[in-house]
């Protein structure tokens, strides 16, 4: 089976730097992504993992590390628009993706 | 560029009816994904299409199905609708080589058809 681990809610304050850590077990893996998704709106993709390390573009950065099974988004210079639902999601094979159930990030003033 | 569209933007149908959900794929893409969201819930994976064949399935029932068109364009189908359909139903394009294995290609998601069982 598959399964996806990440927190439910972040909450932070604009200007500030926020983690949205990722766990999953996985029969099949090739790569984790991460989506943002605002309320209601499309997924929109942020980046792709496909080997270990770290990927950085513009604000924000993820990170993979496949012997933990563990991933990360950073998010940084935080503005109110990056206030959305942020998903992790595993590349199963043929692109197919395996999400996360969310992390809603609220950002404050 | 034309993104992905969907249509209807939201539907309601009652219980025991069948309903059918379009996509216009991201033009160039020849893969296409389709993905049931429940509230609060992530994107869940129920089939693709590459080429107008199916390229992989979810853990979705039978009387879930889909077409691909020669134009990539693509339908779901869905029968017998029960309660628990109720979601948002999210397409995505992707250009694909409709090999297995690990090569990624991005995928570019519609805005969904939010449908509701009555």
């Known amino acids: 089976g598959q399964s996806l681990e990440q927190p439910s809610e972040v909450t932070a304050v604009e200007g500030a730097i926020v983690q949205i850590n990722c766990t999953y077990q996985?029969?099949?893996?090739?790569?984790l992504s991460w989506y943002q998704q605002h309320d209601g709106g499309a997924p929109t993709f942020l980046s792709y993992?496909?080997?270990?390390g770290l990927e950085e573009t513009g604000r924000f950065s993820s990170f993979l590390s496949r012997s933990d099974s563990y991933g990360y988004l950073l998010l940084q210079e935080l503005q109110m628009k990056d206030s959305a639902s942020y998903f992790c999601?595993?590349?199963?094979?043929?692109?197919?993706?395996?999400f996360g159930k969310g992390t809603m990030l609220l950002v404050s003033p | 560029e034309t993104g992905v569209t969907q249509s209807p933007t939201h539907l309601i149908k009652t219980r025991g009816q069948q309903v059918t959900l379009r996509c216009s794929s991201q033009s160039g893409h020849n893969t296409v994904s389709w993905y049931q969201q429940a509230l609060g819930q992530g994107p869940q994976f129920i089939f693709q299409y590459y080429r107008e064949e199916e390229n992989g399935r979810g853990n979705f029932p039978p009387r879930f199905s889909g077409l691909q068109f020669p134009n990539y364009s693509s339908e779901l189908n869905v029968n017998a609708l029960e309660l628990d359909d109720s979601a948002l139903y999210l397409c995505?394009?992707?250009?694909?080589?409709?090999?297995?294995?690990?090569?990624?290609?991005?995928?570019?998601f519609g805005p969904g058809t939010r449908l509701t069982v009555l």
């Open positions: 999601a595993v590349n199963s094979g043929y692109s197919t993706l395996t």
């Open positions: 996985t029969s099949g893996f090739y790569g």
């Open positions: 995505a394009s992707s250009l694909g080589t409709g090999g297995g294995g690990g090569a990624y290609n991005e995928q570019f």
């Open positions: 993992n496909g080997l270990d």
